[in-house]
C-alpha cells in the first residue's frame, strides 16, 4: 500500500509539472484583454527604452571621464573569452538560393555594437544593468556591467558572437540574411553626427557603408530618427543633411506616394515627447518652418503608445504611425486587439497604420525586474501570432521588431545555443539558427500575395 501511495504521488507531480510548463509556455502568445495599464504604466516607458530620454544623449565633444562603473554580475563568467574575432557562420542549406525581396516589409535594424578587434572595445555588449526607479525594488536585483565575449548583455547569443556593426564581415551577413529573409528594407537606427546614445559611440559615420552593403543585395535603407536633446528644433537641419548627403545613394529608400510623388520615409521613435504642436511647425502645411512641398519632404512616421496618441499624431502633422514594441499587451499600440481599431482612425484620417510584429520580448538581461513583460517565443508561435493578425488590417506596410535588437530578445537574427560555467542563453532549439529568417520569409510571401489581392 505504500509503494503504491508513492506512485500515485510521484504520478501526480509529473502531471502538475507537467500542466504548469504548458501553462507557462502558452500564457504569453496571445494575452487577451491586457490594456496598457494591466501590469504595466505609464511610469515603466522612460525606464524601459533605455534610449528615450533625449537629456542624457551624449556627444562625442570631449567632457569630463564617465564614473567607473560599480559592482559586478552575478553572471559574469571567469573563463579567459578572448573571442573577440567575428564567427565563421553557419549556412543553412535552404537559406542559399533567396526569394525576391519585399520591400514593404521593413525591420528595425541598430548599428551600435562594438568590439576590441574593430573599436578597441566592447559597446553596448557589456551594457550595464538598468536599475528599478524604485530604489527598494532595485535593492534586490544585480548592478554593474556585463564582460563580453562570454557575458552579453542579452538573454541569446548571436551566430556571429559578439560582433562590431564596423566589421564589413559582420555586415555582409545581415544584409545576407535580409535577403534571406526577403526584408526589403532596414529601418535604421540614427542619430545625428557626435551624438550617440549613453551606452554607444557615434554611428553616422557607418551610414555609406550600410548603404552600400545594403545596394549589393537589392535592399533600401530608411531611417529610424531616435531622441535626442532639441530634436524637435534641429531635425530640419538633420533631414537636410541626410537627404543631401545620402538621398542620391540607390539603397535610399523612397516611397511612391498616392499622388505620384517618390519620397522618403522617417520613422520618428518616441514623437509623443514632443508637442503636437512643435511637430505642425515643422510638419503641416502651413507651419512656420514647414518641410512640406519642399525638397525634404518626406513620410514621417510617429510612435503610437497611448490611444491619446492618434489625435496628436493628426494634430501633429505626421503621415502615419507605428506601434514598434514587440510585447502584446504593453502599450494600446502594440496590442494586437488594438490595431483594427486604430487602422480605421488612420483610413478615416488619410494615415498609413504600420503594425509592428517581433518574434517575442526578453530584456531580463538589461532589467533584471522586468520579466513580467517577457514574452515566450513558443518557437515561432508567437512570431506567426503578430504576423497573422497584422494581415488581418490590411496594412500598407508591416515592420519587425527587430532584426539585431539583442538587449530585448526581440532579434530575428540568427542566434546559437552556448553556455559557460555560470551562463546559459537562450536559444532558437529544436530549429535552427535561421528559424525566423525562414518565418519572416514565408510571411513575406504571404504578404505580398494578400496584399496584390486587396488592390484587385
Given at each position: ?8 504521488w510521484?504520478t501526480l507531480l509529473?502531471?502538475?509539472?507537467f ?20 501590469g ?5 516607458l522612460p525606464?524601459?527604452?533605455y ?5 542624457n544623449?551624449?556627444s562625442?565633444?570631449?567632457s569630463?571621464e ?19 574575432m567575428t ?15 519585399n520591400y514593404?516589409l521593413?525591420?528595425?535594424?541598430y548599428?551600435?555594437?562594438?568590439n576590441q578587434q574593430?573599436?578597441?572595445k566592447?559597446i ?5 544593468l538598468v536599475?528599478h ?6 535593492s ?9 565575449p562570454?557575458d552579453i548583455s542579452s538573454?541569446?547569443?548571436?551566430e ?7 566589421d564589413?564581415?559582420?555586415?555582409n551577413a545581415?544584409?545576407?540574411q535580409?535577403?534571406a529573409?526577403?526584408?526589403g528594407v ?7 553626427p557626435?551624438?550617440f546614445?549613453?551606452?554607444?559611440e ?22 529610424h530618427i531616435?531622441?535626442?536633446?532639441g ?18 545613394h ?13 519620397l522618403p ?6 514623437s509623443y ?14 507651419g ?7 525638397q525634404?519632404d ?11 496618441h ?8 505626421f503621415?502615419?504611425?507605428y506601434?514598434?514594441?514587440a510585447?502584446n499587451g504593453f502599450?494600446?499600440?502594440?496590442s494586437h ?7 480605421d ?6 494615415l498609413m ?12 538581461s538589461i532589467r ?11 518557437n515561432?508561435k ?5 504576423f ?5 488590417v490590411?496594412p500598407?506596410i ?11 530578445g ?5 542566434a546559437?545555443p ?7 542563453y537562450l ?6 539558427p535561421?528559424?525566423?529568417l525562414e518565418?519572416?520569409r ?6 505580398r500575395?494578400?496584399?496584390e489581392?486587396?488592390?484587385?
Amino acid at each position: 500500500m505504500a509503494r503504491f501511495r508513492r506512485k500515485m504521488w510521484i504520478t501526480l507531480l509529473l502531471f502538475l509539472l507537467f500542466v504548469f510548463g504548458v501553462m507557462m509556455g502558452l500564457k504569453t502568445l496571445r494575452p487577451e484583454g491586457v490594456g496598457f495599464v494591466d501590469g504595466v504604466g505609464l511610469e515603466l516607458l522612460p525606464h524601459l527604452r533605455y534610449r528615450t530620454d533625449p537629456s542624457n544623449r551624449k556627444s562625442n565633444i570631449p567632457s569630463a571621464e564617465k564614473p567607473a562603473e560599480s559592482g559586478t554580475l552575478p553572471r559574469n563568467s571567469k573563463m579567459e573569452g578572448l573571442h573577440s574575432m567575428t564567427r565563421v557562420p553557419t549556412s543553412d542549406e535552404n537559406l542559399d538560393h533567396f526569394p525576391a525581396v519585399n520591400y514593404d516589409l521593413h525591420a528595425f535594424y541598430y548599428s551600435w555594437y562594438g568590439n576590441q578587434q574593430f573599436d578597441g572595445k566592447y559597446i553596448h555588449w557589456n551594457h550595464p544593468l538598468v536599475p528599478h526607479w524604485d530604489p527598494k525594488i532595485a535593492s534586490s536585483y544585480p548592478k554593474g556591467r556585463h564582460n563580453p565575449p562570454e557575458d552579453i548583455s542579452s538573454n541569446f547569443y548571436p551566430e556571429l558572437g559578439a560582433y562590431s556593426s564596423r566589421d564589413p564581415a559582420v555586415l555582409n551577413a545581415h544584409m545576407k540574411q535580409f535577403q534571406a529573409a526577403a526584408i526589403g528594407v532596414l529601418a535604421l537606427s540614427w542619430y545625428p553626427p557626435g551624438l550617440f546614445d549613453e551606452n554607444g559611440e557615434p554611428t553616422d559615420s557607418l551610414v555609406p557603408v550600410i548603404l552600400e552593403a545594403a545596394h549589393k543585395y537589392q535592399l533600401k535603407v530608411t531611417f529610424h530618427i531616435e531622441p535626442y536633446e532639441g530634436r524637435e528644433n534641429s531635425l530640419y537641419n538633420n533631414l537636410k543633411y541626410i537627404i543631401d548627403k545620402y538621398g542620391s545613394h540607390p539603397a535610399f529608400y523612397r516611397r511612391k506616394t498616392h499622388t505620384g510623388r517618390s519620397l522618403p520615409m522617417f520613422y520618428i521613435y518616441d514623437s509623443y515627447l514632443t508637442s503636437p504642436g512643435s511637430w505642425a511647425n515643422l510638419f503641416s502645411k502651413s507651419g512656420s518652418n514647414s518641410v512640406r512641398n519642399t525638397q525634404y519632404d518626406a513620410l514621417f512616421i510617429a510612435l503610437i503608445v497611448e490611444e491619446k496618441h492618434k489625435n496628436e499624431i493628426l494634430q501633429a502633422g505626421f503621415d502615419g504611425m507605428y506601434t514598434y514594441f514587440a510585447t502584446n499587451g504593453f502599450s494600446h499600440g502594440s496590442s494586437h486587439q488594438n490595431w483594427q481599431t486604430i487602422k480605421d482612425f488612420c483610413d478615416s484620417n488619410n494615415l498609413m497604420f504600420i503594425p509592428s510584429v517581433g518574434p517575442g520580448y526578453i530584456d531580463t538581461s538589461i532589467r533584471a525586474w522586468n520579466n513580467h513583460n517577457t514574452r515566450n517565443r513558443v518557437n515561432g508561435k508567437y512570431y506567426e501570432t503578430a504576423f497573422s493578425t497584422a494581415l488581418l488590417v490590411r496594412p500598407e506596410i508591416i515592420t519587425i521588431t527587430s532584426f539585431n535588437e539583442w538587449h530585448e530578445g526581440t532579434q530575428i537574427e540568427k542566434a546559437v545555443p552556448k553556455k559557460s560555467s555560470q551562463i546559459v542563453y537562450l536559444d532558437y532549439l529544436p530549429h535552427k539558427p535561421g528559424i525566423y529568417l525562414e518565418l519572416t520569409r514565408k510571411w513575406a510571401e504571404k504578404f505580398r500575395k494578400e496584399k496584390e489581392q486587396w488592390l484587385m
